[in-house]
């Protein structure tokens, strides 16, 4: 009989402008587990990489490796600036 453990995974979600300028498009990255998916909504985006790590948790387990917990992993989040040498008017437009 199989137990049913609970993992709990951060993930990051971004919105990205999709090809059609009407609409965009969410990703979703696991950082502990290097994964990422996407959907047309963040509710879809979640689904989704919900399932992969079910399917990389299975897998590692069926394969007999180590399942990376959320405190094995490291994540940094930061921003940074960066200089530009172009004119205001060309960046706006770029």
């Known amino acids: 009989m199989n137990s049913l453990a609970v993992?709990?995974?951060r993930l990051v979600i971004e919105k990205e402008p999709?090809?059609?300028k009407k609409r965009s498009i969410y990703n979703a990255y696991c950082p502990a587990l290097g994964l990422a998916d996407f959907g047309n909504t963040i509710?879809?985006?979640i689904a989704n990489i919900t399932k992969l790590i079910s399917f990389h948790i299975e897998s590692l387990v069926?394969?007999?490796y180590h399942v990376?917990?959320?405190?094995d992993a490291t994540t940094v989040i930061t921003?940074?600036?960066v200089p530009v040498s172009v004119s205001s008017r060309k960046l706006l437009h770029a």
């Open 18 to 20: 999709a090809r059609s």
């Open 43 to 45: 509710d879809v985006a």
């Open 79 to 81: 921003s940074v600036s």
């Open 62 to 64: 069926a394969l007999g």
């Open 68 to 71: 990376p917990d959320e405190r």
């Open 7 to 9: 993992r709990n995974y």
